[in-house]
Every structure is written in structure tokens, then in C-alpha cells.
Antibody, heavy 121, light 109 residues
Framework: QVQLQESGPGLVEPSETLSLTCSVS?????????WGWIRQPPGKGLEWIGS???????YYNPSLKGRVTISADTSKNQFSLKLSSVTAADTAVYYC??????????????WGQGTLVTVSS | QSVLTQPPSASGTPGQRVTISCSGS????????VYWYQQLPGTAPKLLIY???QRPSGVPDRFSGSKSGTSASLAISGLRSEDEADYYC??????????FGGGTKLTVL
């Protein structure tokens, strides 16, 4: 079964770049489907950040476009998120997940357990 | 402000049937399938309903989904204490992004 695990710094300074990695097991990200990131500020709802296909095709949330980059390292079966110029508003639990954009856009499963990233000096 | 509108809260007693609504527009729900997610306290969201009314294996048939026009609903029958969670609807939008509802906190009284 497909499993995902996020990793990366739990604290990022304002104006810096947030970087997270998602390690996938049980399925090769090169085999298909999109792989993406979703975030959830403390006590708030879910926000889709964006997704990428192993070939390089990407979709990003228009509200974050320009600050977001999602890319893959197929040799490690990992994909990553970079969010630049962060502010306190970017403090959230960040989830990585399999995003079924090709066949069922809106279907996101499975999800990683999530990792809290706090933006603070 | 979420693209999809859900009531912030819902409640019911054990055994009751509750419904949670999700309202959108022609650019999202009106032209795409709806998905529902359940988020138990302190855990990651889990897919509950896909393609409007389909249940993944392992999801009890107490959970059902429907869609009509630009709105969708999640119904939970035979309410149980373990159903207490946050529920989110989601779909694809013409802005080329996945959009979520603001979430509904379900309390089992």
C-alpha cells in the first residue's frame, strides 16, 4: 500500500524559503498520477497548494502561484515543496498526498501524517 | 474565505441521521465530481466519499453522498460517537486547482 512521509524543518524565519520533502513507499511516483501538497493553518481548514507529475507538469493554487515550486526526485522516489518569502500566515501543518488529478481531480488519497511548520524569528 | 461553502458546525445524537451541505458554483461543483474527507482529531484527513456518492473500501455504508446542480451533501445515518470529526468537501475548479469547503465540525451529543 502507498505510504507517504513528510520531512523538513519545523521552524522557518520570515522572508525565508520553506522546504519540505515527501518520501513515498509502496508505489513509484514515476508510474503515474500527480503528487501534491495541502496545508492546514492551526485551527483552520484545508488549502490545496499544488501538485506535480513526474514528467514536470505542475498545477498550483493561484493564490500561491509565484511563491510555490513542487518538484520530484524520481531516483529517491521523493517529491518536494518550496514556498518562498514566507510570513506568519504560512504557519500550518503541511500534508503531502497522492493527487488523482489525471483520473479524479479532487480525489486526494492517501495522505501523509503531516508536519507542522512554524514561521517565526 | 473558502470557494465551497459548508456550515461551520453540525450536531446530532447517537443513532440520528445528520446531513452536511456543500455549496459551490458552475465553475466547480456544477461541472465536476465532489469528494468528502473526514478528519478525526489530531489526524490527517481521510477520503470518505469519491465521485459524489462512491465509498472507498472500508468506509461504512452509514456514510453517503449526493450532488445536485452546484451543491452536494454528505449524510451520516446511525450516528456514532466515533463519527465526531471535521468533514470537508472538495472538487476541481475552473481556476485549475482543487478547492475545499471551510469544513464542518460534527459533534455527537
Amino acid at each position: 500500500q502507498v505510504q507517504l512521509q513528510e520531512s523538513g524543518p519545523g521552524l522557518v524565519e520570515p522572508s525565508e524559503t520553506l522546504s519540505l520533502t515527501c518520501s513515498v513507499s509502496g508505489y513509484s511516483i514515476s508510474s503515474g498520477d500527480y503528487w501534491g501538497w495541502i496545508r492546514q493553518p492551526p485551527g483552520k481548514g484545508l488549502e490545496w497548494i499544488g501538485s506535480m507529475y513526474h514528467s514536470g507538469s505542475t498545477y498550483y493554487n493561484p493564490s500561491l502561484k509565484g511563491r510555490v515550486t513542487i518538484s520530484a526526485d524520481t531516483s529517491k522516489n521523493q517529491f518536494s515543496l518550496k514556498l518562498s518569502s514566507v510570513t506568519a500566515a504560512d504557519t500550518a501543518v503541511y500534508y503531502c498526498a497522492r493527487d488523482h488529478l489525471l483520473t479524479m481531480p479532487g480525489r486526494i488519497d492517501p495522505w501523509g501524517q503531516g508536519t507542522l511548520v512554524t514561521v517565526s524569528s | 474565505q473558502s470557494v465551497l461553502t459548508q456550515p461551520p458546525s453540525a450536531s446530532g445524537t447517537p443513532g440520528q441521521r445528520v446531513t452536511i451541505s456543500c455549496s459551490g458554483s458552475s465553475s466547480n461543483i456544477g461541472s465536476n465530481n465532489v469528494y468528502w474527507y473526514q478528519q478525526l482529531p489530531g489526524t490527517a484527513p481521510k477520503l470518505l466519499i469519491y465521485k459524489n456518492n462512491q465509498r472507498p473500501s472500508g468506509v461504512p455504508d452509514r456514510f453517503s453522498g449526493s450532488k445536485s446542480g452546484t451543491s452536494a451533501s454528505l449524510a451520516i445515518s446511525g450516528l456514532r460517537s466515533e463519527d465526531e470529526a471535521d468533514y470537508y468537501c472538495a472538487t476541481w475548479d475552473d481556476s485549475l486547482s482543487v478547492v475545499f469547503g471551510g469544513g464542518t465540525k460534527l459533534t455527537v451529543l
